[in-house]
């Protein structure tokens, strides 16, 4: 499993520094009137921002666990309700609701077969040239941002990284496999054969040092090189 950390999916920082609530989680006058109009208690109105702001800030609802308590209390006490307010829902049907007007307001849609769609064939492409399932997901990433649809959960584009991943790798070695000569793959298959008094393989060879930066060693490793 890839970790998050080494890509460029959005996630809530460890500390949210004072300046970056106040820019990215101060709900604006007409968003607090929106709000406290389409919803029916103050548990949901703050539910409703909560993922407002998250979704204007990461593309994406993160789950209610992952959302730091500091967010809520700075977003509970910017629309002035009480202390004892928590952003549940009543049911799941209502949290479904609250992320289609969310969408709504982003004017984002919501796709996920597209979503799939279109990162899958971003990650193919580009799987030819790279191979750090990371280098993959935050390509698909910037394609997906570029598309304005909702960003798949971070589990289901490593799983896909992965997938596609083995599946180009496979295709390439095919391929490779395919213009060798008879000669040229029994000479492969012999390479973790063990040979001479020093009891090494021909892959031991094939990871000869170059040594240092000089004339007389470019010489040698070139020499190396075309013998492979």
Not at 197 to 202: A, E, G, N, V
Request: aromatic share 8%; glycine share 6%; hydrophobic share 40%.
């Amino acid at each position: 499993m890839t970790s998050i950390e080494r890509t460029a999916y959005p996630r809530f920082k460890r500390l949210i520094t004072a300046r970056e609530l106040h820019v990215f989680f101060t709900p604006s006058e007409e968003e607090r009137a929106w709000a406290e109009e389409v919803t029916d208690s103050d548990e949901h109105q703050l539910a409703l921002l909560v993922a407002l702001k998250s979704y204007q800030r990461m593309g994406c609802f993160p789950k209610a666990y992952d959302v730091p308590e500091q967010v809520v209390e700075f977003v509970r006490r910017a629309v002035e309700l009480p202390e004892s307010t928590l952003p549940v829902y009543a049911s799941g049907r209502t949290a479904e609701r609250h992320r289609s007007w969310v969408r709504g307001r982003c004017g984002v849609r919501y796709d996920g077969q597209a979503a799939r769609g279109l990162a899958q064939e971003t990650m193919r492409v580009a799987a030819a040239s790279k191979n750090n399932p990371a280098d993959l997901i935050n390509i698909a990433l910037e394609k997906l941002v570029e598309a304005n649809v909702e960003i798949p959960r971070f589990s289901t584009l490593d799983a896909m990284a992965s997938t596609v991943r083995g599946q180009v790798n496979e295709e390439i070695l095919a391929g490779i496999q395919g213009r060798m000569t008879e000669e040229e793959r029994r000479r492969l298959l012999g390479l973790p054969d063990v040979i001479g008094l020093d009891r090494k393989t021909l892959f031991n060879a094939l990871k000869q040092n170059p040594g240092r930066a000089t004339w007389s060693h470019f010489k040698r490793l070139k020499g190396h090189l075309d013998r492979i």
